[in-house]
């Protein structure tokens, strides 16, 4: 009913910047909300951003608040995480989701990986 793609993944240095794209397709409702998750091997999957579809940003994650940024187009049915400031520790894979009426759908994830 509804795809993700998401996009903008690699390697970078720590201290460099990426921006992660989650393109939406399908029958998407007005009224939603996108998110990203990040899942590190052996740690449990973490609620990294959240944005409603009236492009505010609810939610930022504490250990990303101040270098990561939450933005949505809804024109384009895309959500984007701009990241800065990137710690080796943000190293995960990166899933966006979106919410509505009740039911979730997921992205396959892209890989985030950040040497040091």
């Known amino acids: 009913q509804v795809q993700l793609v998401e996009s903008g993944g690699g390697l970078v240095q720590a201290g460099g910047s990426l921006r992660l794209s989650c393109a939406a397709s399908?029958?998407?409702?007005?009224?939603?909300?996108m998110d990203w998750y990040r899942q590190a091997p052996g740690k449990e999957r973490e609620l990294v951003a959240r944005a409603s579809s009236g492009g505010s940003t609810n939610y930022v994650a504490d250990s990303v608040k101040g270098r990561f940024t939450i933005s949505r187009d809804n024109a384009k049915n895309t959500v984007y995480l701009q990241m800065n400031s990137l710690k080796p520790e943000d190293t995960a894979v990166y899933y966006c989701a979106l919410f509505q009426a009740g039911d979730a759908y997921w992205g396959r994830g892209t890989q985030v990986t950040v040497s040091s």
């Open positions: 399908g029958s998407i409702f007005k009224i939603n909300v």
